[in-house]
């Protein structure tokens, strides 16, 4: 043990100066986590251009019994899912009374600007991926409260000009979502992810566990 042998108004100045830098980096880090959970609503944007991308046609595959489940590769070292200029990266299960849902980053790369709408299915049936976000919009199917206190919705709309967080490395735009299936599902989906100028897919087999 060592006794502290600094005059004292040198210690308080000291002293003083830490609190100070430790309620800044305090106050930062909690900006920069509530920003991730709260971006700009879906239902604020209100545009012209969320009615053209919610327009758009799924284009993805439809799959008979037996058909084998089809897989995309994502090219990012940096996330799971995705070949950009929007990725993915997957989260934890929550199993409910009504679903199974999963706590999920999407990232855009700081090119891309302007509204990114997701949506997604079961390859095997008309069952519709939900999404209880801040960035949800599209049709309500319901509620679980168990899930969230927002509606159950069929789409997800992201700002790409505007994300609430960055990744420290990347620069890519983040957004944390929770986005889930009925029970039932047969653990075949798909995601297509559309702007005005591009279509991106994503597919696989992720059963419920």
Known sequence: ?????????????????????????GGRIILDWNSLHNG?????HGSATLAQLEG?????????????????????KDHE???GPVFVDGGQQITTSWGYFYDVIYYTQPSLTGLVIVRGRD???????????????????????????EPLRTELVLDASRPPAH????????????QGMAKG????????????????TITGNFPPT
Not at 1 to 25: E, H, Y
Not at 185 to 200: K, M, P, Q, S, V
Request: net charge negative; glycine share 12%; with cysteine.
């Open 1 to 25: 043990m060592f006794g502290l042998r600094a005059p004292m108004p040198l210690v308080a100045a000291v002293l003083l100066i830490a609190v100070v830098a430790a309620v800044f980096v």
């Open 40 to 44: 700009t609503p879906a239902g604020q």
């Open 56 to 76: 758009i046609p799924l284009n993805l595959p439809v799959l008979k019994p037996g058909d084998p489940c089809p897989t995309s590769v994502g090219t990012s």
């Open 81 to 83: 899912f995705g070949t």
């Open 123 to 149: 390859l095997y049936s008309d069952r519709r991926t939900v999404f209880v976000s801040p960035y949800a919009a599209g049709p309500t199917v319901g509620t679980d409260t168990e899930a969230g206190s």
């Open 167 to 178: 990744h420290q490395l990347t620069g890519d735009g983040m957004w944390q979502v929770r």
């Open 185 to 200: 599902w047969t653990g075949c989906i798909g995601f297509e992810i559309d702007t005005l100028d591009f279509r991106e």
